[in-house]
């Protein structure tokens, strides 16, 4: 018989429960101030293991290992460059994941076969906490199945993974609402963006001589071709409805859609409308809200059967970009310009 997952609380009591099941090698859902993680101890395979299982994760596809401190990363890496740890001063504990080259400690499972491992410091106190208590490195992935919209609140995680796993620590909603930045090092004082998230471009320039987005961010990648993250080439971020980005202004979107649409049509805009050709729901007029907003809004769309949903595209500046490459993946490259 399945198992009910275990809803937890954040009190020490709670936290110790969840910190002794992750020593025992099980799944733990846990909230960070990105999104919600599925966490094992980095350094047991069969463990990560579950994890891949759960999500339905390709096994090439690397997980983040988390540490309580980045002075921690010694312990993981082979070589730290010395852009890291100035890097880690300003922006660790937070939303940045680092590429370094990893050591036997972290087992090739974690890091989808690669012999580097990405590891961030998060800053959400309930996760620093768990990081404390369990004293461990901690494997964490995007706590959705493999290919759908990631989990920004407690109650996401439960919709994709009650049974699966042992319990779902419920630490309100994230703060931030998409994936941390990833990073790796180009050289002593360049780095390149593999996955763009609330530490932006402009905010790593003021450390580094260059910040290169990389061409995966916005394009589609070929199949076959070599990717600097894994991630990258899988379908990601995509709930059930059909996801279609729409870029021009507010009048022209109102104009396209005055006509006869698929079942079930609805859009997704920056704010309210008056008048508005088919039903929809708002994200936001600012990144900050839309990054937070984003897969919320895209699990609610599949929660009233939208069928098709029109979305206002984002702006690609700044945080925008993280919300730009989250919604281009949801819609499967699929792009209209008016
Ligand atoms: P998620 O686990 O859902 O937050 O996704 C993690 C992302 O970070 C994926 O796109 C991975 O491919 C990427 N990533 C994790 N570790 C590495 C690594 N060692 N090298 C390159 N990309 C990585
Ligand atoms: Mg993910």
Do not use: W
């Not at 593999?194 to 450390?207: A, E, H, I, K």
């Not at 050709?277 to 994200?283: A, K, V």
């Amino acid at each position: 018989m399945k198992r009910e997952t275990l809803l937890l609380g954040t009190s020490d009591t709670e936290l110790l429960k969840a910190a002794s099941a992750l020593r025992c090698g099980e799944v733990v859902g846990i909230p960070t101030e990105t999104v919600y993680g599925l966490a094992a101890d980095a350094t047991n395979e069969e463990a990560v293991r579950k994890v891949f299982a759960a999500k339905g994760r390709p096994a090439d596809n690397p997980l983040i290992v988390h540490l309580a401190d980045f002075s921690l990363a010694e312990k993981y890496t082979s070589y730290i460059p010395p852009l890291a740890k100035k890097l880690a001063e300003s922006f660790c504990p937070g939303p940045l994941t680092m590429v370094m080259p990893k050591n036997d400690r972290i087992p090739s499972v974690t890091s989808g076969g690669l012999d580097t491992v990405g590891i961030r410091v998060p800053s959400h106190p309930v996760m620093h906490r768990l990081l404390e208590i369990s004293g461990l490195a901690i494997a964490a992935p995007s706590a959705n199945r493999s290919g759908y919209p990631s989990p920004t609140a407690a109650r996401h995680v439960m919709d994709d993974m009650n049974g699966k796993i042992f319990g779902v620590i419920d630490g309100g909603p994230c703060e931030f609402g998409v994936e941390s930045t990833v990073i790796s090092f180009d050289g002593e004082s360049s780095v390149r963006i593999l996955r763009p998230g609330c530490v932006t471009r402009n905010m790593l320039l003021d450390f580094c001589d260059d910040v290169i987005i990389d061409k995966a961010i916005l394009s589609e990648v070929a199949a076959g071709e070599k990717v600097a993250s894994p991630g990258m080439k899988y379908k990601h971020y995509s709930p059930r409805a059909n996801v279609i980005l729409v870029e021009g202004s507010i009048e022209a979107m109102k104009k396209y859609l005055s006509r006869p649409l698929p079942f079930q049509s609805y859009a997704l805009l920056y704010e309210a409308q008056e008048d508005f050709p088919c039903p929809y729901l708002t994200y936001g007029s600012n990144s900050f809200d839309q990054a937070r907003l984003v897969f919320q809004r895209l699990r609610e769309l599949d929660d009233i059967r939208a069928g098709t949903v029109y979305v206002q595209a984002p702006s690609k500046q700044g945080v925008g970009l993280a919300v730009y490459n989250r919604l281009i993946r949801a819609a499967g490259f699929e792009v209209i310009r008016i």
